[in-house]
């Protein structure tokens, strides 16, 4: 397989830059039986089934972009250099890894300061990234985090306009629980309290999975032969719960849709190759492309996502190649709008659909 099977061409001005309000009035491409029908996202419940299950991911963006200054004593007195931090996951010996720009501005031992009262000194470098132990921890970091630092966009959303407190709303699932991505779930941007209630009444199931989304998530893929391409790492758990009602919703005929790539590839990893979904705890870096045998997913809810990305990879792999470029390029002659803030898609493949 190589990276141009995965490409087309997007106009810029259908990247969305602020999303649909309210959150369900989004558009909602549905392809199923060969055919693609343009609804929106309030219709979902009419396409689900009583006894379906949806698989929500409840991770939670935290504000994980920080500027700052890095002050240095010199011959000719104090001097600046502005600093730009963007949070990547915490280490157990009490850092944070993160992305610093210009990195080459900071020496080890050095002391960053933000806003708020918060700071953090450089401890070490390691590929690319720094290692950062701040001045506080625990709910005072949090809370220093929460005014001080601001959501991280994605970069085609960021070099078109800053984030700002709308973000931090506005880049949040309603259902968000656990702190620790730096990108949003997008395709659960879409819900919100009415839709659930709506889900719910029509007798589909929820349940709650945690894959802490990364900055890798935005990656470019830089190899020709995408066998080649090594995938990133995110951190995620299903629990005991979560697996047992999998199960049983596939033991009684259920269909399993996983809202979101991050929720699928979290469930295909935790599942054996009989489909059975076993409880899990770490990190994932499965890569799904065409030739993916399904284990867990029956259809999943995404948004549109980048050419030549790997999570173009994964729905080529969930409906075809060929199918995913007849249904890139309605969305396209449709002007759906694309990527995080942007409208959805409901992908049922073929062999997966459940009589």
Known sequence: MKLSDFDFDLPEDMIATRPVK???ASRLLVA??????????FDLPDLLRAGDRLVLNDTK???ARLFGVRRRLGAEGETEAKIEVTLLDPRGDGTWRALVKPLKKVKESEEIHFSSGLSAV????DEGAAHLEFNLTGQDFDDALAVAGA???????AAKRAADEQDKSDYQTVFARQKGAVAAPTASLHFDEALLRKISRKGVSITYVTLHVGAGTFLPVKVDDVRDHKMHSEWGEVSQKAADEIN??????GRIIPVGTTALRLIESAASPDGQMQARRGNTDIFITPGYSFRAADALMTNFHLPKSTLMMLVSALMGVEEIREIYAHAISKEYRFFSYGDASFLVPESKRRL
Not at 122 to 125: G, M, R, S, T, Y
Not at 151 to 157: D, G, S, T, V
């Open 151 to 157: 959501m991280p966009l994605p970069p085609y959303i």
């Open 122 to 125: 450089l401890k070490a470098k």
């Open 32 to 41: 199923e039986d060969r055919r693609i029908c343009d609804l929106h996202v």
């Open 22 to 24: 309210p959150r369900s």
């Open 248 to 253: 049983e919703t596939r033991a009684q005929g």
């Open 61 to 63: 963006v935290i504000p």
